[in-house]
């Protein structure tokens, strides 16, 4: 089983490159993002209230979204591996991910991250914000707040995985192919 976490700021690409990567590795891709937009859509109890958050460029409570990862790992017996993208986002968060894939007899093979400086990030989110139909990128408030967030909670995670030697960053500005490129350098070594 190969496990990867996708990581990096909002507005980093991770979205996009999961998509390409599953397909090229054959991983089951989750996006916590994802999964709470669907359940905003089907106004679900739990869309109600990651919404509270979200709206507000702030993460959701630990607790709630560590189970809801849970159950979407469960949905996915038969994987030979998954790509988290937007999970974990907190120390927390990683440490359940490793007792779950330890319950499964696997492990996370890597973290690989998207490095893009800050004023990219909010002219790609900004510029994101025009289609993706998300309200949370058609407010630079709000944008300003999920990257603030981000360095609060998440950044840390860096160190975390590097204690384990899983971490390995990539620059994330260029074409989706030159970045795609770099990510599959690392996947492929791995
Ligand atoms: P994303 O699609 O990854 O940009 O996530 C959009 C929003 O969903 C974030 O700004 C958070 O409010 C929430 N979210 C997604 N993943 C997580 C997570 N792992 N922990 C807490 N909140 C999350």
Same mark, same amino acid.
């Given at each position: $089983?190969?496990?990867? &976490? @996708?990581? *990096? +700021?909002? *507005? ?20 916590? #993002? ?5 359940? !905003? ?18 993460? &959701? +409570? ?6 809801? =990862? ?10 030979? #591996?998954?790509?988290?993208? #937007?999970? +974990? ?7 359940? =991910?490793? &007792?779950? $894939? ?9 973290? &690989?991250?998207?490095?893009?400086? %800050? *004023?990219?990030?909010?002219?790609? @989110? @900004? ?9 949370? %990128? ?8 999920? !990257? ?20 390995? #960053? ?10 795609? =490129? ?7 070594? =791995?």
């Amino acid at each position: $089983m190969k496990n990867i &976490v @996708l990581f *990096g +700021p909002p *507005g980093a690409g991770k979205g996009t490159q999961a998509e390409i990567l599953k397909e090229r590795y054959q991983l089951v891709h989750i996006s916590t #993002g994802e999964v709470f937009r669907y359940n !905003i859509k089907n106004e679900t109890a739990l869309g109600t209230l990651a919404k509270s958050y979200m709206d507000k460029g702030h993460l &959701v +409570p630990d607790k709630v979204t560590i189970n809801m =990862l849970k159950d979407e790992v469960e949905k996915h017996p038969e994987a030979k #591996g998954f790509i988290f993208d #937007g999970f +974990p986002r907190t120390e927390a968060q990683a440490e359940a =991910l490793a &007792v779950l $894939m330890e319950t499964k007899g696997s492990q996370i093979n890597a973290m &690989v991250a998207l490095e893009v400086a %800050d *004023g990219i990030l909010v002219e790609r @989110l @900004l510029e994101r914000g025009k289609s993706s139909g998300r309200p949370d %990128d058609a407010n630079e408030t709000v944008i300003r707040e999920r !990257i603030a967030e981000y360095y609060r909670k998440t950044d840390i995670l860096k160190a975390f995985y590097q204690k384990q030697h899983k971490y390995y #960053g990539v620059d994330g500005v260029g074409s989706i192919e030159e970045i795609t =490129l770099r990510l599959s350098a690392v996947i492929d070594a =791995l």
